[in-house]
């Protein structure tokens, strides 16, 4: 009942602004141009304590470690908002935050509606959209996208300031990864209720898509780097090419033995398709080391950065072998934790690659492209999509590689 009374005055506070008010938002392309908002404040300055008491008498009362985190992330930045002398900026993250409740009528509505019935579908509907739309797009481009809150909160020339600010931004963003947890669980609910109708959640569905989908990235690396052609680019096309290659044979091979019922099922490698496997992740981290490569071509401490890049390769490389390895050789005591170690051998050299291309890339393409690679870590933790979630990881690969181009352009 408390958190329906929030999202009602939140919803009401936000529509009096849009209509007494200035558009809260209103940024260039950069995120550089920042409008003066409102000369009252008065509906947010009555909400924001209630928003604050909910969620700490919450905090003590829910047994969700997850909501006792968003209740944290929440209440910093509410309390930043009556200590921020600026009240046009404190007010935009406020704004921004609070418009995330919209959704939180239709979730608190499903528990007073009759299940399977038409109103408690369409509600479902309603929810998921409000909660897509307010808390993972608009709220990625207004504070996460935009970066406004490093670059007109986080004060560096005042200590005082900068610790209570860097509060707020570590809050803001963690609010915002909590947002994409659940929409993914929620995708998850949703796509096993799809699945139970449509029989397309199978391996060989999977790796029938996954051998094509890869070589998308070629044409688009082309299209991406001939408005801007120079030399360097050869490695990276080299590496896309590479890996499309080594992708399509991996998947493909998977699925003919699938549709030939060599197999029922594929859930990790063994001696029939170990030279694939092997094959797909050298050329997955020579892909890595390329993208470093192209990036920084024209940098001062290219040589010094190649070295640490491939250094951390080729450690994951041998280490991806010494696992495979074991596996052929003791399955039974190995199989229970090999895609697991398998991740974290390749997570290590990818982390490196991320924040070195992030490091060298203007605010408009790292922050997407960090935030690509969390969503694909959470994909991995989550399995959103069961068997077709590495599906959906190769489109997200596509992303990426349209940020790598595009960062790779301007370097």
């Not at 406020?94 to 007073?112: D, I, M």
């Not at 949703?190 to 094509?212: E, F, G, N, Q």
């Not at 072998?321 to 190995?334: A, R, S």
């Not at 399995?383 to 370097?411: A, D, G, M, R, W």
């Amino acid at each position: 009942m408390s958190l329906f009374i929030i999202s009602i005055f939140s919803l009401i506070s936000c529509i009096y602004y849009k209509i007494l008010g200035t558009t809260p938002i209103k940024l260039d392309v950069y995120g550089n141009e920042l409008l003066h908002l409102f000369e009252s404040l008065h509906p947010f300055d009555i909400l924001l304590p209630f928003v604050c008491s909910h969620a700490c008498i919450d905090f003590f009362i829910n047994k969700s470690y997850e909501l006792k985190l968003h209740h944290v992330f929440v209440t910093i930045p509410a309390i930043y908002y009556f200590f921020y002398e600026d009240k046009n900026i404190s007010s935009i993250i406020s704004y921004s935050l609070l418009k995330t409740e919209f959704s939180s009528l239709f979730y608190v509505l499903k528990f007073y509606l009759q299940k399977k019935s038409i109103a408690y579908n369409i509600n479902n509907i309603l929810f998921y959209l409000t909660f897509f739309k307010f808390r993972i797009i608009d709220m990625y481009n207004e504070l996460i996208y935009s970066n406004i809150i490093y670059n007109h909160v986080i004060d560096t020339s005042s200590i005082t300031r900068i610790i209570p600010s860097i509060g707020v931004f570590i809050a803001v963003n963690g609010l915002y990864l909590l947002n994409v947890y659940w929409f993914f669980i929620i995708n998850k609910i949703l796509y096993k209720s799809i699945a139970k109708t449509m029989k397309i959640d199978t391996d060989s569905v999977c790796h029938y898509m996954c051998s094509y989908i890869y070589w998308v990235n070629i044409p688009l690396s082309i299209y991406i780097y001939s408005h801007n052609p120079r030399e360097k680019n050869i490695l990276d096309i080299i590496g896309v090419t590479a890996l499309s290659i080594s992708s399509y044979y991996y998947h493909d091979d998977i699925y003919k033995r699938l549709k030939s019922q060599k197999i029922t099922e594929y859930n990790i490698p063994n001696q029939d398709n170990a030279v694939f496997f092997i094959n797909d992740n050298f050329f997955i981290n020579l892909r890595g080391f390329l993208i470093v490569a192209t990036n920084y071509y024209y940098h001062p401490y290219f040589l010094q950065i190649i070295t640490m890049s491939g250094f951390f390769h080729m450690i994951s490389m041998y280490n991806i072998i010494i696992n495979l390895f074991e596996l052929i050789v003791n399955p039974e005591d190995v199989k229970h934790y090999f895609l697991n170690l398998h991740n974290i051998c390749n997570a290590f050299p990818i982390a490196v690659d991320v924040i070195l291309i992030c490091s060298n890339s203007p605010n408009d393409i790292a922050i997407p492209f960090l935030f690509i690679h969390i969503a694909m870590a959470l994909l991995f933790y989550i399995e959103p999509f069961y068997k077709l979630t590495h599906v959906v990881f190769h489109l997200c690969l596509i992303t990426q590689n349209y940020y790598v181009c595009k960062s790779s352009i301007q370097t």
